[in-house]
């Protein structure tokens, strides 16, 4: 039973991407532990700016290595923020390697030379060394340890990833709220179903209510960022996965990687954007916080039922104290209305009543009120 358009879900829904940037809560340590974080990381930047000086004779101006830094930077942040793609484009990348270059041949002893060595290789597992070395010359840098953390989650190495998942929990880069909203993420999926993720919050968040707090091990995460990687895609291909032989994932990957894998029971994050799922939009159910996909229709509201009334915590409809959790709370909106409209359908005002309740307190929170209550009249 299909009772709500994908225009109307991603009207309503969040989406995430490999930078989402920390927020904070009543729950997480004070803003003073952020700022001595950003201070820390602004002494290691002049150290390291003073270890050029000193080293490089006849090097480029200072300016330069700025510049050609927030350069990288940009074509980076740019990539990962991409609706209908995870690889960058073919102008970012080749910016990237203009600027790895240009480290390579002017501060080949940086910091910035081996960590953007690493990251312009889109998970490139070959390059590790780099990454190794730029966490050598600035340890506890916040982007170095989300690096070595999903490198060590592609090897399928959790004792070694779970340290450096727990330091982004304790930095603020993965928040408590997205921790909570993941455990009802991984909720949503069947038994032994697949969860394809997007970006830095779904998958980091997957993984950590997974590995180190034992929630539905069952399910087994794939992350589109990280199918850039060839080792993550070999790996997943010998698990049975089958893929196109395209290295850019995009939405023309997502569509073929649905496809031939629908035997496997895929479910898609609500957090991806939905320019992925207007190829196949009649193929996509809400189910919860995830899109199931399959070919022959299915009654998702039982599901939805089910999950609501039995499955689901639903901490962020109650505990979102910070931006992030606030719209990320909005995810839940779609199976809400869905339900709503069945139960109008059968006349049972009462459970319509209830779901309000519910339905109301999560648009306010999420500062979409007026759009929800006018979507209420068609639901």
């Not at 240009?102 to 910035?112: A, G, I, L, Q, W």
């Not at 312009?120 to 506890?140: D, M, Q, T, V």
């Not at 727990?166 to 949503?188: F, I, P, R």
Request: positive net charge; charged residues 30%.
């Amino acid at each position: 039973m299909r009772n709500c358009s994908i225009l109307v879900i991603f009207f309503l829904c969040n989406w995430s991407n490999a930078q989402s940037q920390p927020q904070t809560n009543s729950t997480e340590p004070a803003p003073a532990v952020i700022e001595e974080v950003k201070k820390k990381e602004e002494l290691d930047d002049r150290k390291d700016a003073v270890t050029r000086n000193k080293k490089a004779k006849g090097s480029k101006p200072k300016v330069d290595l700025d510049e050609k830094r927030s350069q990288f930077k940009l074509n980076s942040d740019v990539s990962s923020k991409q609706r209908n793609q995870r690889s960058p484009s073919d102008n970012e990348q080749e910016r990237m390697d203009e600027v790895v270059k240009y480290f390579e041949v002017n501060s080949p002893n940086s910091f910035e030379y081996h960590y953007f060595k690493y990251t312009a290789g889109n998970y490139n597992l070959s390059l590790f060394n780099h990454l190794k070395k730029a966490e050598e010359i600035r340890p506890g840098n916040i982007d170095v340890i989300q690096q070595l953390a999903a490198y060590y989650m592609i090897k399928d190495m959790p004792e070694s990833a779970s340290g450096f998942v727990k330091e982004l929990v304790d930095k603020l880069k993965l928040t408590s709220g997205v921790l909570l909203y993941s455990e009802d993420l991984l909720h949503s999926v069947p038994k032994n179903g697949i969860l394809i993720t997007h970006g830095f919050d779904d998958t980091f968040g997957a993984w950590y209510m997974q590995n180190v707090k034992n929630v539905r091990m069952d399910v087994t995460v794939i992350s589109l960022d990280f199918l850039q990687s060839d080792f993550y895609r070999k790996k997943l291909k010998k698990k049975g996965y089958e893929m196109s032989s395209s290295k850019i994932i995009n939405v023309d990957f997502f569509s073929s990687f649905c496809k031939l894998n629908e035997s496997k029971d895929l479910n898609i994050s609500l957090t991806i954007p939905q320019e992925y799922f207007q190829k196949e939009a009649s193929s996509f159910y809400m189910t919860g916080l995830v899109m199931k996909y399959s070919s022959t229709e299915i009654d998702n509201f039982n599901v939805n039922k089910d999950l609501w009334d039995n499955h689901l915590k639903k901490y962020l409809i109650q505990k979102a104290t910070d931006e992030k959790s606030k719209q990320l709370s909005s995810n839940y909106l779609p199976m809400l209305l869905q339900m709503r409209r069945v139960y109008n359908q059968k006349a049972d005002f009462n459970k319509v009543m209830e779901l309000d309740k519910s339905i109301d307190a999560i648009s306010i929170q999420c500062n979409k009120y007026k759009k929800v209550q006018k979507l209420k009249t068609k639901y």
